[in-house]
């Protein structure tokens, strides 16, 4: 069911008095049946948003609705929301297969106790903990508990489903296969869902659209291509992305650009609307987006010095030094280029993002056309 979030702020009573902000002004929704990921670094004010749509903290001003009515001030029982908690909060005295169903037989909703074991005993096979539902938290592992915790609230009926980090313990293999099983399985339902989690990773694989959070504030929400292609600042520019980002800062002057402390000519970028001249900025461009030695579609190229030039298994990281300013360039086939040798440079257009250098934010993407 569609949550709309309006203009909520959470504050904490800190220490000495102070007031701590961890959620800025949020205004957020996510459709009908939608898989939305809140993205980013720790304690950015993911848990704090899930924690106030599910009830468990009070909203500090603003308003949350669900499937149009008003339930910022429900108690958590009477939301219609099921959630997996980062800490599991699985019930010590009772097995796994108890846990998963608790409540599931006599719920409001009233399904009957064959239709509830069976619903317990698919999502437990799905996260593939069939084997260990007649076992007590206290003797699993932590990847375990994860995985009944998760169970359990997948199994729910609910108006929507809010998963806090629900696979950051399980092995990276595991966690792979379990992703696509678990969007699989919402999808399938037609669920609505919340998922929380600071690696992107699993924020790209599992969502429709990302919300990706910073010091309480909302910076960016999207599909992943969106962000990917058309950061609306170079916050999330340089978050999304590993290696991050390469930013160069310089000048706009008529026709094209002038960086700093790298060369004095004019850089044109064809095809990109170029801020009026005078705008001090940063270009960016992606590091698997640097050719290095392009034979052609380099719309623009460099001259430079090859720092160094490390395989890593499956790809090239190459630091190059043009001027004064240091780029890292990835390549997925191994480069022959050597440390201390010259070496060209060159992206296209298409690649280049311009961002404004003071407050960071987006001014022009070389895809901006493709929107
Ligand atoms: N109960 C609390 N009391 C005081 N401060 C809190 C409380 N819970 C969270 N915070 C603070 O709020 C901020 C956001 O925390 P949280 O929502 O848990 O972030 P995340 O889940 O993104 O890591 C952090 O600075 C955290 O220390
Ligand atoms: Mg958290």
């Not at 949550?3 to 000495?16: E, N, P, Q």
């Not at 380099?298 to 780029?327: K, M, P, T, Y």
Request: charged share 20%; proline share 5%.
């Amino acid at each position: 069911m569609t949550l709309t979030i309006d203009h909520v702020d959470k504050s904490y009573s800190g220490r000495a008095g102070h007031a701590v902000l961890a959620v800025r002004d949020l205004t957020l929704t996510v459709a009908d049946g939608d898989l939305v990921a809140l993205l980013g670094s720790s304690g950015c004010g993911k848990t704090s948003t899930l924690r106030m749509i599910a009830g468990f903290e009070d909203v500090s001003r603003g308003g949350i609705s669900l499937a149009g009515r008003r339930i910022e001030t429900l108690p958590p029982a009477r939301r219609r929301v099921a959630m997996a908690f980062e800490g599991y909060a699985l019930y010590p005295p009772l097995t796994i297969a108890e846990n998963i169903g608790f409540g599931l037989a006599d719920g409001g909703r009233g399904i009957g106790r064959a239709e509830a074991a069976k619903r317990v005993r698919e999502v437990a096979d799905m996260l593939e903990i069939g084997p260990i539902l007649q076992r007590r938290p206290n003797s699993l592992s932590g990847g375990q508990q994860q995985r009944a915790s998760l169970a359990r609230a997948l199994a729910r009926d609910a108006d929507l489903h809010l998963l806090d980090e629900p696979m950051g313990q399980l092995e990276p293999q595991l966690r792979a296969v379990l992703r696509g099983r678990v969007k699989a399985a919402l999808k399938a339902r037609g669920m609505t869902a919340v998922l929380v989690t600071h690696d992107q990773t699993e924020a790209n694989a599992m969502a429709d659209k990302i919300a990706i959070m910073e010091g309480g504030v909302l910076q960016q929400y999207g599909t992943p291509n969106e962000l990917r292609d058309r950061p609306a600042n170079l916050y999330v520019a340089t978050f999304l992305g590993e290696p991050p980002m390469n930013a160069l800062d310089g000048v706009v002057e008529a026709g094209g650009l002038r960086l700093d402390d790298i060369s004095d000519r004019l850089v044109a970028l064809p095809g990109v609307r170029l801020p009026p001249p005078g705008a001090r900025i940063a270009l960016g461009v992606r590091p698997h987006r640097l050719q290095l030695n392009p034979a052609a579609g380099a719309d623009v190229a460099f001259q430079g010095n090859v720092v160094s030039n490390q395989w890593l298994g499956d790809q090239a990281h190459v630091v190059v030094e043009l001027g004064r300013r240091i780029v890292v360039a990835v390549s997925h086939v191994r480069v022959p280029v050597r440390a201390g040798t010259a070496v060209s440079v060159g992206f296209a257009a298409a690649d280049a993002h311009l961002f404004d250098a003071e407050g960071g934010g987006a001014l022009a993407h070389g895809r901006d056309a493709a929107y």
